[in-house]
């Protein structure tokens, strides 16, 4: 391994596998970004599309999750007891389970048993725990052949990689690659330019090794404690002829893969199938009880052996994880993909970058940690929070929260520094987090920044646009200076809504609390006196409160501890409205989300969560909602012939705005006033808060941000081209970052477009 | 039942089986397998568990069948036919249960597999076949593998079918 000041010479996959130093992680995104990209870009979004369309297909979608769910923490909570029950019913049919400690207890049981069976061969089917305990290895030092059969693995397995994709392993492999390295690796004159030529060529190698096999060895996505079945999914068949062909079988699973019974599998054969490759089932889904009583199969030649099983139940760091409050949740997942495939980073620099020695993406960084060191979950740092994976989960599992926790784990590990006391007590920012980085302290404390600019908006917009300030605010906190800083404005939104809209409304049909979220109170406050605006000529009684960070900014840093604090007060000023019977309407989505989502791990009073949850709107939402309320004809309250813009706008929605489902309503409204919509279909801008204004990240997200750009592109020709229309802060810096051009909020369209 | 079917025909075929609706009679049977394998010189047959014998012994003496296959005949035959399990309407899939003589092996080894389905044996979901109601429970109690068109492979670049299960998948629901 390369020493961490150096930069390393030959950037490989496997050189940068480990990210606990993260100039490697740094090395692996420009790696992923300059050969991977477009391949693992149309694989994930074709897998994405694909589970989209599946999930819509099935009936009971969310009742499953649910049922899965339940299982899975069911399950987790009776682990002990289900491992031995598993250990007596294989037993008693004649096999054999092992609870193997560690990753070198797993190799050692299995080489062993591979060793008494004189093998020579072993043929394997796709199983990433054998990739994390090194299982190729072990067996190899003991002069035993393995054979990946997944064709994917196979990729991997000849280019000497690690998995990038935990279904897909070789998903950053396209077709022409796979050929040069084939034809480099085999020395063949054989054509192999198509995937059929190349599966064939594949195939007839693999083939033989099945029939002559010693061992079959595969994973399992499901294991039956009451009867000792073992689901396998699979699309190739090579799990089938692993399992079913050699006479000797192991599987290895990690030992949260138990569930209590057989037919608690029943929910998840559907959902599995949809979550991971969007199909109504995959090739092969197999539901075996070995030792299986099909007679043994041997080709003349071969020693004919009666069967044999043996279970290898992988802990290695699993029980500790079940211990944790927050990482047990890891132990629920099934492994199916879903939240690397509805990850817009994930889409564009795939598991080599954002992945470790063994698991990617967004769920990858807790079981890194959990299997290994916490510092091997480094890479969890490309996961935004943008949440587009939590409602993709089919066993619910809040996966930004435990990357939060992940990053509040290594932020406690940093060296002290001088910069990060001072911030702190500046901004009189909760001590619990002092040890953090200085960057992660600005951006979770940019309220305290941008309420000091506020008070003299001229002096900071003059001062944030001088080279030196940029060179100082990069130095310090990672803040590319290549990224436009928002302009603070003359006046903040409380100072400019006292002053525009003094008086109460009178008779009023509801009463609202707009929160002056930080974004929009010190940003952008046309937002905020739109929002007056159109919800007054509704009859509301809108008044503003105080600014406050509620601690969306912190969390998004690691920063539980502020993050908590800021909840809290926030909460407790909104929860104070609500009480005398106001709704809150909130104009930063990822405000909002806050207290629709993220407060609940952090408010300590779940009734106050609750009611915030049910009480907290985006204002285009409240407006629909009111609308509905009074049957309202959208063309009656909005012209759309006033509109400044024309008619023909292109409309993306904030990431966490679709997560918390107030996304569709803006759409629906704008088409019903007579605009003509074209909407984005991009998980994330790639700005995601503040990720895309860091230095290390500026290039992964302006890439990421080009599939919106060219959809914008694309829905437009030279002559027509659409106004755009944005939620996010974040997102609005983004599109005026690639496009250069001017980003109306929908509640500012609106506010123009008020019939009198 | 004809919805349930008519939901099968359409679901597999969109996962790339090929779907033949006949009567379930044992010279209609044996007619279609013998148009369907007649250039194939070696075909298995194995166990139709849940079908009538009379339905499955005329078919012993088609033209290829191996009477006793070895392990090598097995690892080279063309094509495989056996029963299925049940049906699955929503997916497409056939459900086979292993166990009975080469059910596993002409399922999984040969490149052309047929399978035979009674139209009766067609439930709406997968989750059905997991109710101890379904067919006396036995889809709790089986090695089973449900089958949803050829095997394939997207990992090489586009979609292929065919790689290691079988390249042709055929469903004969008999009715």
């Known amino acids: 391994m390369p020493p961490a000041t150096q930069p390393s010479k030959e950037i490989t996959p496997r050189s940068v596998a480990n990210k606990s130093d993260k100039r490697r992680l740094l090395d692996a995104i420009r790696m992923a970004l ?30 499953l999750k649910n049922e899965a769910r339940r299982i899975k923490e069911d399950s987790i909570a009776r682990l002990p007891e289900l491992v031995d029950q598993l250990r007596q019913v294989l037993e008693a049919r004649g096999g054999h389970l092992f609870l193997a400690t560690s990753a070198a207890d797993a190799c050692r049981y299995i080489r062993t048993t591979c060793v008494r069976h004189g093998a020579k061969l072993a ?182 052996k009666n069967r044999e099983f ?45 992945g470790g020695e063994t698991y990617s993406g967004g769920i990858g960084g807790s079981w890194e940690a959990g299997t290994g060191r916490l510092q091997n979950a480094r890479f969890s ?107 603070f404005p003359k006046e903040t939104l409380v100072a400019a809504a006292a002053r525009d809209f003094p008086s109460p409304v009178t008779n009023p049909l509801a009463r609202v609390a707009l929160f002056a979220d930080v974004f929009t109170n010190y940003g952008m406050i046309s937002r905020g006196l739109a929002t007056l605006r159109v919800l007054r000529a509704l009859n509301i009684d809108v008044v503003v409160t105080d600014s406050l960070p509620e601690g969306r900014a912190a969390l998004s840093q690691g920063l539980i501890a502020t993050a908590a604090e800021f909840a809290r007060r926030a909460a407790s000023l909104l929860d104070g409205y609500v009480k005398q019977g106001r709704d809150v309407v909130i104009v930063e989505p990822s405000s909002l989300a806050m207290f629709r989502r993220d407060a609940r791990h952090l408010l300590e009073d779940s009734g106050q969560f609750e009611r915030l949850r049910a009480r907290s709107f985006e204002p285009v939402e409240y407006v629909v909602k009111l609308m509905r309320h009074l049957d309202r004809d959208a063309q009656s309250v909005f012209d759309v012939n006033r509109s400044p813009v024309g008619t023909r706008l292109f409309y993306h929605s904030h990431c966490q705005q679709k997560t918390i489902g107030c996304a569709l309503s803006t759409e629906e409204l704008l088409r019903s006033i007579g605009f003509d919509v074209v909407s984005s279909s991009v998980e994330c801008c790639g700005m995601a808060g503040s990720f895309g204004y860091k230095k290390d990240f500026f290039e992964l997200s302006m890439a990421v941000g080009e599939d919106l750009f060219q959809q914008v592109r694309r829905s437009e020709d030279e002559s027509r081209p659409r106004a755009l229309v944005a939620n996010g802060t974040s997102c609005t810096e983004q599109l005026h970052a690639g496009l250069r051009r001017k980003v109306l909020h929908p509640i500012e369209l609106l506010a123009a477009i008020l019939r009198d | 039942m004809l919805e349930l079917i008519e939901t099968f025909e359409t679901n597999a075929l969109e996962a790339a089986a090929e779907v033949r609706r006949i009567r379930a009679t044992s010279t209609a049977l044996r007619d279609e397998i013998e148009q369907t394998t007649k250039s194939a010189a070696s075909i298995v047959l194995g166990a139709g568990e849940f079908l009538p014998a009379s339905l499955m012994e005329p078919l012993g003496d088609l033209p290829g069948v191996l009477a006793a296959p070895t392990d090598d005949q097995l690892s080279k035959a063309e094509v495989g036919i056996c029963g299925a399990f049940a049906g699955v309407a929503c997916s497409g899939s056939v459900c086979v249960a292993m166990g009975p003589r080469l059910v596993a092996m002409t399922s999984l080894l040969m490149p052309f597999h047929i399978v035979l389905l009674s139209a009766n044996r067609i439930v709406a979901r997968p989750r059905d076949l997991f109710d101890p109601e379904c067919f006396n429970g036995e889809g709790l109690r089986r090695n089973l593998v449900f089958i949803t068109g050829p095997s394939a492979t997207a990992d090489m670049g586009p979609l292929v079918r065919g790689v290691h299960g079988p390249h042709r998948l055929r469903v004969l629901i008999l009715e």
């Open chain 1, 34 to 63: 300059d050969i991977q990209s477009p391949t693992i870009r149309r694989n994930t979004q074709t897998f994405n599309r694909a589970h989209y369309q599946a999930t819509s297909l099935l009936p009971d979608y969310e009742a």
């Open chain 1, 123 to 304: 043929v394997k089917g796709k199983s990433i725990t054998t990739e994390e305990i090194r299982l190729n290895r072990a067996l190899e030092n003991a002069g035993i052949e393995v054979a990946e059969s997944d064709l994917a693995e196979f990729i991997v397995q000849v280019a000497d990689e690690q998995p990038s994709h935990i279904i897909a392993p070789a998903l950053h492999y396209s077709q022409e690659r796979i050929s040069a390295l084939f034809k480099r690796k085999f020395q063949t004159g054989l054509p192999l330019e198509t995937g059929e030529e190349l599966t064939q060529f594949a195939r007839n190698i693999l083939r033989q090794k099945f029939l002559r096999a010693d061992v079959g060895i595969t994973g399992a996505n499901l294991i039956a404690a009451d009867t000792g079945t073992l689901m396998l999914v699979e699309s190739e068949g090579n799990i089938r002829m692993t399992s079913v062909v050699p006479s000797v079988h192991i599987a290895v699973a990690g030992v949260e893969k138990i569930i209590p019974t057989r037919r608690e599998m029943a929910p998840f054969l559907e959902l599995l199938a949809a979550s991971a490759t969007g199909q109504k089932l995959t090739s092969y889904t197999n539901f075996l009880s070995p030792p299986i009583d099909d007679p043994p199969f041997a080709l003349s030649g071969k020693p004919r």
């Open chain 1, 310 to 354: 043996h279970l290898v139940l992988i802990d290695n760091g699993r029980f500790r994880m079940r211990d944790d409050p927050v990482f047990r949740e890891t132990l629920y997942c099934i492994r199916c993909s879903a939240c690397l495939n509805s990850c817009a980073n994930f889409q564009t620099v795939g598991g080599h970058a954002f």
């Open chain 1, 381 to 487: 740092e490309l996961c935004t929070g943008c949440s587009r994976c939590v409602n993709q989960c089919p066993v619910r599992i809040d996966i930004p929260w435990l990357n939060e926790n992940l990053r509040d784990r290594l932020n406690r590990e940093a060296d002290p520094s001088v910069l990060s006391g001072t911030l702190t007590t500046l901004a009189s920012a909760p001590e619990a987090n002092e040890q953090a980085p200085p960057d992660k302290l600005f951006f979770g404390n940019y309220h305290w920044f941008a309420e000091c600019a506020s008070r003299f908006p001229r002096l900071a917009n003059t001062f944030s646009k001088t080279k030196s300030s940029r060179w100082l605010l990069e130095r310090l906190f990672g803040l590319d200076r290549r990224r436009a800083l928002p302009a």
